[in-house]
């Protein structure tokens, strides 16, 4: 019921009424109910579970729609991280700038490959803090990470300038991002390697776990396809140790058939984003991400939409009450905030977001009128 980043479940209304979860895998499903089957059976029927022709089709189809000469299908975005790291160098010794608002996924696939991660502060757009990551800099940083955040990009003209001036690697963890541009460039594009997630709720999600990963270059491609198959080359040999890393032939045959309805459903969100932004901006105390027309500089997919308000317990309890399901991201944690992990940071600002932003309902499946709903009962709660 969440995204993948959220620990948290949603609360079910303890009222009858209209009924607005936060997310809606039934519905998904049932609504292509036919063809989803029909590609379970044939896949079944061929016997084609691993390294299939589905994978490399799925893959070149990825491929195709990012413009981009290399797709590999692994096992999750957590592998297509911990992958993408591997191919820009980063082990042991090496430091590694987060943000400190991501999925804890961007930290630990940094600590799996032996590097260390620093933590840095978002700005008010949610996205990391450039200013702040030049204060973590130092003599063993390798490697900075963007995290292309709720469907939106970073501002990467920023992000390039300063690791250009320090001589950084980019890992993009664009994991939410799949589709966004930035100045007409898809994240994923910007730096070694783009990773993505195709968790249930993530915008193209599977019926499980799955991932990506892109990038240009022909024999870092080669690696990164010996690394998620246990260093197993086209000839059958192993030339490196690799992981079991791959993504199931099933769900690359699901990822297909969604991939060509995928500008569909982004141009559903956005439309989902542009209801609450007209309806929402003129609620002086919520704090909204910018709108989907707002910025010539940027094209958002919507994977979430989160906003932020001074009263947000008491805001999502209201909407609890009113069948509208909320949560907040990574549980309400930033990962700094996840004391077992002794992870230190200087981030005030993600601090101050961790009281105040929560996510509001926004997939395919939610209609007009449920948007209207949810913008109505906000209204009621702050305007009475
Ligand atoms: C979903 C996500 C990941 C990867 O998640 P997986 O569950 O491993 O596919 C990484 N980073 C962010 C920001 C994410 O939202």
Same mark, same amino acid.
């Given at each position: 019921m969440t995204t993948s980043a959220t620990a948290e479940k949603p609360a079910t209304a303890?009222? /009858?009424?209209r009924q607005v979860p936060f997310f809606n895998y039934p519905a998904l499903f049932a609504e292509h109910r036919e063809e989803y089957l029909s590609t379970f059976e044939d896949v079944l029927q061929r016997g /084609?579970?691993?390294?299939q022709r589905d994978l490399a089709e799925f893959e070149e189809a990825l491929a195709r729609y990012l413009g981009v000469k290399h797709a590999i299908g692994v096992a999750d975005g957590t592998v297509a991280l911990k992958i993408a790291l591997t191919l820009a160098g980063v082990g042991p010794g090496d430091e590694v700038i987060v943000p400190s608002? %991501?999925?804890?996924a961007t930290a630990a696939a940094v600590h799996q490959v032996g590097a260390t991660p620093v933590l840095c502060d978002c700005g008010p757009d949610s996205m990391i803090d450039v200013d702040s990551a030049r204060h973590v800099l130092? #003599?063993? %940083?390798?490697a900075i990470m963007p995290v292309q955040l709720n469907g939106r990009t970073c501002d990467m003209d920023k992000v390039e300038a300063f690791a250009a001036e320090h001589g950084l690697k980019i890992v993009e963890d664009s994991c939410q991002a799949m589709g966004a541009k930035y100045r007409g460039r898809f994240a994923g594009t910007f730096g070694v390697a783009g990773s993505f997630s195709f968790f249930p709720a993530k915008t193209l999600g599977c019926f499980g776990d799955g991932g990506g990963l892109i990038l240009e270059d022909d024999a870092l491609a080669e690696q990164a396809r010996e690394l998620r198959d246990h260093g197993r080359g086209k000839d059958g040999k192993v030339h490196r140790f690799g992981i079991n890393g791959r993504l199931d032939n099933i769900q690359a045959a699901i990822l297909s058939v969604k991939l060509k309805r995928y500008d569909e459903s982004i141009d559903r969100r956005r439309a989902l984003a542009r209801i609450y932004d007209a309806r929402l #901006? %003129?609620? /002086?105390e919520l704090l909204l991400p910018p709108g989907p027309d707002s910025d010539p500089l940027r094209f958002d997919i919507f994977q979430n939409y989160e906003i932020q308000s001074e009263r947000r317990d008491a805001l999502r309890e209201f909407l609890t009450a009113r069948g509208v399901g909320t949560i907040m991201q990574w549980g309400g944690h930033m990962i700094h905030q996840f004391e077992d992990l002794n992870l230190k940071a200087h981030a005030p600002y993600a601090e101050e977001m961790s009281r105040r932003y929560m996510m509001l309902p926004l997939h395919p499946m939610l209609s007009d009128d449920d948007a209207h709903y949810v913008c109505d009962q906000i209204e009621t709660f702050y305007n009475g």
């Open positions: 303890p009222q /009858a009424g /084609a579970y691993i390294m608002h %991501t999925f804890i130092s #003599s063993r %940083t390798k #901006s %003129t609620v /002086a």
